[in-house]
């Protein structure tokens, strides 16, 4: 059996989801490009969503109107 190497940016997805998220929003760039990809695939199978902002301003944006309307959410960008 080959041994996978968990890479950090599925650890901060990981993460998110055992912390409860149900929502992720980003902006992609690296490094935050894969945390949205892997997010895209992996919040449907818990229940989430995730969506592709088309600014940092806008995902920004999406996380404050989730949390104020009670969602626990993630902002995933590069500044």
């Not at 409860?20 to 949205?36: F, K, M, Q």
């Amino acid at each position: 059996m080959t041994e996978r190497i968990l890479l950090g940016d599925e650890a901060v997805a990981l993460g998110a989801i055992d912390a409860g998220i149900s929502a992720a929003y980003a902006y992609p760039g690296t490094p935050s490009t894969e945390i949205l990809e892997y997010m895209a695939t992996r919040m449907p199978q818990v229940g989430g969503v995730c969506m592709n902002a088309e600014s940092e301003i806008e995902a920004i944006g999406m996380v404050w109107g989730a949390a104020g309307c009670g969602v626990r959410s993630m902002i995933a960008s590069t500044g």
